[in-house]
């Protein structure tokens, strides 16, 4: 089909078909699989998929895609879902999916965190992104890259960065290097925390000004006595602690609140 790609929507297509293949092997679809593609575009990753999946569920929100779609592909082979994957309600989908796109890159922070909020019914995730975006999400503390992202994502997910993929793979050429990524969520939480909303609120406070020492970014929510119980040092930066650390402060403040 003749497109012109929409910058809104984020449409760099994938056109390097030895990378596409690449990408294949590395999820591995079988045949039963509950699969639910992000952006299916113009069929890139689509049509691989099918030859090995006897149904595949695809949610895109460019309507001229969804036309050309409907006519192209056998119904039976897949199901569109013409929406905004971030008003996509996956639960409808089924109790153990599997999630693959080449995303959006403007909104893949927000379809990242909705998508934590489904990690019970996700068996995998793999991703392209771009590729400063995958450095943060596996990140370990002390980097540069390390950041809220990282600590919410690792506090339930498994990730491995898989490849990086050069500008040339995609149609228009993105301005930034893309990498592929993949994410299993923790079978048991290795951390888990008994509130996990005040989890989350300690986690933003912290990394709220990344240079202040924790003693002032928690200024409120945890003094002197509270760092000494779970042992941290108020002298050093949220950029310092593991998702442990930030457990165990949000642990205790839930115990002493
Ligand atoms: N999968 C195709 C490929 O690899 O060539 C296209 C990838 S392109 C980077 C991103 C795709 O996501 C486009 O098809 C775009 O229309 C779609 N998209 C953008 N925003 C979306 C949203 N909020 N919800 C669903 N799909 C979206």
């Known amino acids: 089909m003749k497109h012109i790609a ?25 045949a039963d699989d509950l699969m639910v ?35 192209f592909y056998p119904p039976q082979k897949i199901t569109i879902h013409n929406s905004d994957v971030l008003k996509f309600d996956f639960s409808h989908i089924g109790e153990r999916i ?4 080449n995303l959006p890159y403007n909104i893949s922070s927000p379809i990242l965190f909705k998508l934590l909020e489904n990690t019970a019914q996700i068996i995998d995730m793999h991703f392209m992104l771009q590729k400063e975006v995958v450095e943060r999400m596996v990140a370990a503390p002390s980097t540069s890259e390390y950041g ?24 228009p050429a993105p301005k930034v290097e893309s990498a592929f990524v993949r994410c299993v969520p923790h079978a048991r939480l290795p951390y888990p925390a008994a509130d996990e909303a005040l989890f989350a609120k300690v ?55």
């Open 37 to 71: 593609e992000i952006g299916p575009g113009l069929g890139a990753m689509t049509q691989p998929l099918i030859k090995h999946l006897d149904h595949l569920h695809v949610v895109e929100i460019d309507r001229d895609i969804i036309q050309w779609m409907q006519s």
């Open 203 to 257: 986690v933003t406070a912290a990394f709220g000004q990344r240079r202040k020492t924790l003693r002032n970014t928690l200024k409120g929510l945890l003094d002197d006595a509270g760092f000494s119980a779970i042992n941290i040092d108020s002298q050093s930066r949220a950029e310092n602690l593991g998702v442990a650390e930030f457990v165990a402060i949000s642990n205790y403040l839930s115990a002493h609140t």
């Open 148 to 171: 809220r992202l990282s600590v919410m994502l690792q506090y339930r997910l498994h990730m491995e960065y898989m490849v990086t993929v050069p500008p040339e793979a995609f149609d």
């Open 98 to 101: 599997r999630v693959v796109g």
């Open 6 to 30: 929409k910058k809104k929507f984020g449409q760099n297509f994938l056109i390097d078909q030895a990378i596409i293949q690449s990408l294949i092997n590395a999820i591995h679809p079988q």
